[in-house]
């Protein structure tokens, strides 16, 4: 049974009949009684602080949830619950405890620091902090004097990050110390359904939107997700997004109007993956610049970008120093794929071997450009500062017009030198059916499963970051409108494969869920009998929606698959409804923790 410990402004005076006939449940109206109840709170326990603005200091919260009942500190009413002055959290060795629905306006250097924690989830608030000095706005990592990061599975998602003029960054994820035993970072933490606007002006260093690691750490594994956010007038560091950890995913982020690149810092086998990428012909606009070793770029977009060298949309500079090098070294990148890309209106496209003024003397190696569609009007489309070591080309298509050059001499099978046909629709420019980039790709990319659109590839792939299709388009650019405190909790198609329906009506074989039991996320996979209108929700187990998975229309025989994140919810009994054409399928799973 949860607790709900209830912090009103103004009417404390009109409740306190009803609060002395609530065991359990107390009310509070002053900033130093909700501080007392953050000291007390239990497993269960939700604290609400009402409309208002407080000034409630720092604040170390000791207490844990547990994955059945969390501890719950929240806005009242979603931003009418204002921090301000020195108003900050640091949660040390704390787990499944949830920040939600503040206003935070404090002059701190962080407003919120865990500290070896795990499943702390910061969800649905707005931060626009009063900065004097560089700040940290949200902090996850270890403690100063603990070897080990003993930091997992937090969540970031669904907040408001906005105006930072002075240094720092929005977002940083950090791990153990560097100068005790072997350093760690933070690992398996998800920064999701953010809207990040208006950070700058640009800094030579130190004030990227999102850090995830710092050269003490860069040789652990993070596998941190930055995905489904929305960067907006991003331009305060080079590095807007800096990955400085092993096996870090950005993918499925739109990036609008925002200087400088997503930097594969210090990293290796990370994955920049279906992002939208649009310039809007702002200065400095770039895409992905990398260093280190077992890089994927695939089915990004990138339109309307400006930037060169540094901020170039792909960008494969020398490297300084081997990947046994010094860990403040740019590694030499090699052993990197950049396949299933959209380049269209840019002023600079694929760049190789800038050498930063003669200080990198390392050529890139072992690099695969494949299936990429690369359309501009100036400047080489592929442009080559120092030649690579053992650069393939495969399966491309290169269309220069204006000034434009192809920039390199290639062979039918590295590159067709064609238009690709592309239509502009819904501000995007996409192949049409009659486009030669259909069915198209060379090579084998198993792991390449859907386009941009979340759309299935099928067995003949098409070049380019869009595949064409008919059906239902299930990702886009993100809007404001998608993000943020008030967007919605929404999942993705992870993929859709074209099959026979042989199933009745309410077979397993329709709804399928993967793993089941699960902790803290499930596949669920769904087959329509029928097309048209569907719906695929999740209930508890007394029959109230806690998730719509995907409202739309749908083809029979397609398959259609939905990622159900439980990260939030206590561990027990759900049921996945999937309905279209007044055919009805139930399936019961388990959710354990």
Same mark, same amino acid.
């Given at each position: 049974?949860?607790?709900?410990?209830?912090?009103?402004?103004?009417?404390?005076?009109?409740?306190?009949?009803?609060?002395?006939?609530?065991?359990?449940?107390?009310?509070?109206?002053?900033?130093?009684?909700?501080?007392?109840?953050?000291?007390?709170?239990?497993?269960?326990?939700?604290?609400?602080?009402?409309?208002?603005?407080?000034?409630?200091?720092?604040?170390?919260?000791?207490?844990?949830?547990?994955?059945?009942?969390?501890?719950?500190?929240?806005?009242?009413?979603?931003?009418?619950?204002?921090?301000?002055?020195?108003?900050?959290?640091?949660?040390?060795?704390?787990?499944?405890?949830?920040?939600?629905?503040?206003?935070?306006?404090?002059?701190?250097?962080?407003?919120?620091?865990?500290?070896?924690?795990?499943?702390?989830?910061?969800?649905?608030?707005?931060?626009?902090?009063?900065?004097?000095?560089?700040?940290?706005?949200?902090?996850?990592?270890?403690?100063?004097?603990?070897?080990?990061?003993?930091?997992?599975?937090?969540?970031?998602?669904?907040?408001?990050?906005?105006?930072?003029?002075?240094?720092?960054?929005?977002?940083?994820?950090?791990?153990?110390?560097?100068?005790?035993?072997?350093?760690?970072?933070?690992?398996?933490?998800?920064?999701?359904?953010?809207?990040?606007?208006?950070?700058?002006?640009?800094?030579?260093?130190?004030?990227?939107?999102?850090?995830?690691?710092?050269?003490?750490?860069?040789?652990?594994?993070?596998?941190?997700?930055?995905?489904?956010?929305?960067?907006?007038?991003?331009?305060?560091?080079?590095?807007?997004?800096?990955?400085?950890?092993?096996?870090?995913?950005?993918?499925?982020?739109?990036?609008?109007?925002?200087?400088?690149?997503?930097?594969?810092?210090?990293?290796?086998?990370?994955?920049?993956?279906?992002?939208?990428?649009?310039?809007?012909?702002?200065?400095?606009?770039?895409?992905?610049?990398?260093?280190?070793?077992?890089?994927?770029?695939?089915?990004?977009?990138?339109?309307?970008?400006?930037?060169?060298?540094?901020?170039?949309?792909?960008?494969?500079?020398?490297?300084?120093?081997?990947?046994?090098?010094?860990?403040?070294?740019?590694?030499?990148?090699?052993?990197?794929?950049?396949?299933?890309?959209?380049?269209?209106?840019?002023?600079?496209?694929?760049?190789?071997?800038?050498?930063?003024?003669?200080?990198?003397?390392?050529?890139?190696?072992?690099?695969?450009?494949?299936?990429?569609?690369?359309?501009?009007?100036?400047?080489?489309?592929?442009?080559?500062?120092?030649?690579?070591?053992?650069?393939?080309?495969?399966?491309?298509?290169?269309?220069?017009?204006?000034?434009?050059?192809?920039?390199?001499?290639?062979?039918?099978?590295?590159?067709?030198?064609?238009?690709?046909?592309?239509?502009?629709? =819904? !501000? @995007?420019?996409? +192949?049409?059916?009659?486009?030669?980039? *259909?069915? %198209? /790709?060379? &090579? #084998?990319?198993?792991?390449?499963?859907?386009?941009?659109?979340?759309?299935?590839?099928?067995?003949?792939?098409?070049?380019?970051?869009?595949?064409?299709?008919?059906?239902?388009?299930?990702?886009?650019?993100?809007?404001?409108?998608?993000?943020?405190?008030?967007?919605? =909790? !929404? @999942?993705?198609? +992870?993929?859709?494969?074209?099959?026979? *329906?042989? %199933? /009745?009506? &309410? #077979?397993?074989?329709?709804?399928?869920?993967?793993?089941?039991?699960?902790?803290?996320?499930?596949?669920?996979?769904?087959?329509?009998?029928?097309?048209?209108?569907?719906?695929?929700?999740?209930?508890?187990?007394?029959?109230?929606?806690?998730?719509?998975?995907?409202?739309?229309?749908?083809?029979?025989?397609?398959?259609?698959?939905?990622?159900?994140? %439980?990260?939030?919810?206590?561990?027990?009994?759900?049921?996945?409804?999937?309905?279209?054409?007044?055919?009805?399928?139930?399936?019961?799973?388990?959710?354990?923790?």
């Amino acid at each position: 049974m949860k607790r709900f410990v209830t912090i009103p402004l103004l009417a404390a005076l009109l409740l306190c009949a009803a609060e002395r006939s609530e065991a359990g449940r107390k009310v509070y109206s002053t900033a130093s009684s909700f501080k007392t109840a953050l000291q007390s709170a239990v497993p269960g326990d939700t604290i609400e602080l009402a409309d208002g603005s407080y000034d409630i200091g720092g604040n170390s919260l000791t207490k844990s949830g547990t994955a059945q009942q969390r501890i719950v500190i929240k806005a009242l009413n979603r931003g009418k619950a204002e921090l301000k002055g020195k108003s900050a959290f640091t949660g040390k060795g704390i787990a499944y405890v949830t920040i939600e629905g503040f206003l935070v306006t404090s002059d701190v250097s962080t407003a919120v620091k865990t500290e070896s924690c795990n499943n702390v989830r910061i969800t649905r608030n707005t931060f626009r902090l009063s900065e004097t000095t560089s700040s940290k706005w949200v902090l996850i990592g270890g403690t100063y004097n603990i070897a080990t990061a003993n930091s997992f599975e937090n969540r970031v998602d669904h907040n408001l990050f906005e105006n930072k003029k002075q240094l720092g960054n929005y977002i940083t994820i950090d791990g153990s110390p560097d100068d005790l035993g072997s350093p760690e970072a933070s690992r398996d933490d998800r920064i999701d359904h953010n809207h990040f606007r208006t950070i700058g002006p640009r800094a030579a260093n130190e004030m990227e939107t999102v850090r995830i690691g710092h050269s003490g750490i860069c040789r652990s594994s993070s596998r941190t997700a930055v995905e489904f956010n929305l960067f907006e007038e991003c331009d305060g560091d080079p590095e807007i997004v800096s990955v400085k950890t092993r096996h870090t995913s950005v993918r499925w982020n739109t990036f609008r109007r925002s200087q400088g690149t997503v930097c594969l810092r210090s990293s290796d086998s990370s994955t920049v993956e279906g992002n939208w990428f649009l310039g809007g012909g702002k200065s400095g606009t770039g895409g992905v610049r990398m260093y280190g070793s077992g890089h994927r770029v695939v089915n990004n977009y990138f339109s309307g970008l400006t930037g060169d060298t540094w901020d170039a949309p792909v960008t494969i500079t020398n490297g300084d120093a081997e990947l046994t090098g010094s860990v403040t070294s740019h590694w030499r990148p090699q052993n990197i794929t950049v396949a299933f890309n959209t380049f269209v209106g840019n002023v600079n496209n694929i760049q190789f071997g800038f050498t930063n003024n003669g200080s990198y003397s390392k050529p890139p190696k072992d690099l695969l450009v494949a299936n990429n569609i690369v359309a501009g009007a100036q400047n080489p489309l592929v442009k080559i500062i120092t030649a690579p070591s053992n650069l393939t080309y495969q399966g491309n298509i290169l269309f220069p017009t204006g000034s434009a050059t192809v920039g390199i001499t290639v062979t039918d099978a590295q590159a067709r030198v064609t238009d690709p046909l592309l239509v502009f629709t =819904d !501000s @995007l420019w996409r +192949i049409a059916p009659e486009s030669p980039a *259909v069915n %198209a /790709a060379a &090579g #084998s990319f198993p792991w390449v499963i859907t386009d941009i659109d979340g759309q299935m590839r099928d067995g003949a792939p098409d070049a380019g970051a869009d595949e064409w299709s008919g059906g239902t388009r299930f990702n886009r650019p993100l809007t404001a409108a998608d993000v943020g405190p008030e967007g919605p =909790d !929404s @999942l993705v198609i +992870i993929t859709a494969v074209r099959r026979p *329906v042989t %199933a /009745a009506p &309410g #077979s397993p074989e329709l709804l399928r869920v993967f793993p089941n039991p699960f902790n803290p996320s499930a596949t669920v996979r769904f087959t329509p009998p029928n097309g048209g209108e569907a719906e695929v929700t999740v209930t508890d187990l007394l029959g109230r929606e806690v998730t719509l998975l995907f409202r739309g229309t749908v083809e029979p025989g397609r398959e259609y698959a939905f990622r159900f994140d %439980a990260g939030a919810f206590a561990a027990g009994t759900f049921f996945v409804h999937a309905q279209t054409d007044g055919v009805r399928t139930v399936r019961r799973i388990l959710l354990v923790k």
